[in-house]
Nanobody
Framework: QVQLVESGGGSVQAGGSLRLSCATS????????MGWFRQAPGKEREGVAA????????YYADSVKGRFTISQDNAKNTVYLQMNSLKPEDTTIYYC?????????????????????WGQGTLVTVPS
């Protein structure tokens, strides 16, 4: 089992920045990658960014490329999402996700089906 706890959400003006954190615990030794997703009311969950824990390869949705950066501190078992140049359309709940142990993603790193563990979410609000 893997536990995920997100933090860092809040309200920020358009053009501002926030950094989300995802603290992981439990059986994380064989978790090879982590992801961030977001889901607005009435919409499907959207993959935002993903990162491989070893090697640090990263993947981003087109909607956030150049604005968001995923990073990690493996010593702290924490994954971050630095969000810059925030827009009103970025307003939604953001979720951290982890996959089944010993699995890898390639083309599917931003797909919901690549993950089985989810945090409770943290709300990001960018007023228009």
């Amino acid at each position: 089992q893997v536990q995920l706890v997100e933090s860092g959400g809040g309200s920020v003006q358009a053009g501002g920045s926030l950094r989300l954190s995802c603290a992981t615990s439990g059986d994380t030794a064989n978790i090879h990658y982590m992801g961030w997703f977001r889901q607005a009311p009435g919409k499907e969950r959207e993959g935002v960014a993903a990162i491989y824990r070893r090697g640090g390869d990263t993947y981003y949705a087109d909607s956030v490329k150049g604005r968001f950066t995923i990073s990690q501190d493996n010593a702290k078992n924490t994954v971050y999402l630095q969000m810059n140049s925030l827009k009103p359309e970025d307003t939604t709940i953001y979720y951290c996700a982890a996959p089944l142990a010993n699995t890898r993603c390639t083309a599917s790193c931003l797909y919901e089906r690549a993950y089985i563990y989810w945090g409770q979410g943290t709300l990001v609000t960018v007023p228009s």
